[in-house]
């Protein structure tokens, strides 16, 4: 079982920024797919943002050009950098993990971003 840790959600003003930290328990964490994902709330999980264990980078239509998803392999952590927010960014946001090869996938328990406008 693999832990993650998810840090970094607040309550930010219109336009501001956030970064969020998620923090595994995984000595393979190279190994894995890292995403991140929001639920608003009364709505379904979506997809935010994923970087391959190779490098690759995808991110949902809705915040291409605002957010950044990293990842550090030594610190076995993802980050998502946010700007330029809105009322529509906020949810509660989840770390996910993925080892493809052995089908495995693990959820941190979100943490939450609060837009004011």
């Known amino acids: 079982q693999v832990q993650l840790v998810e840090s970094g959600g607040g309550l930010v003003q219109v336009g501001g920024s956030l970064t969020l930290s998620c923090t595994t328990s995984t000595s393979a964490f190279s190994n894995y797919t890292m995403a991140w994902y929001r639920q608003p709330r009364g709505e379904q999980r979506k997809l935010v943002a994923r970087v391959t264990y190779d490098g690759v980078v995808t991110y949902a239509d809705s915040v291409k050009g605002r957010f950044t998803i990293s990842r550090d392999n030594a610190k076995k952590s993802v980050y998502l950098r946010m700007n330029t927010l809105t009322p529509d960014d906020a949810a509660f946001y989840f770390c996910?993990?993925?080892?493809?090869?052995?089908?495995?996938?693990?959820w941190g328990k979100g943490t939450l971003v609060t837009v004011s406008s």
């Open positions: 996910n993990a993925v080892w493809l090869n052995y089908n495995v996938n693990f």
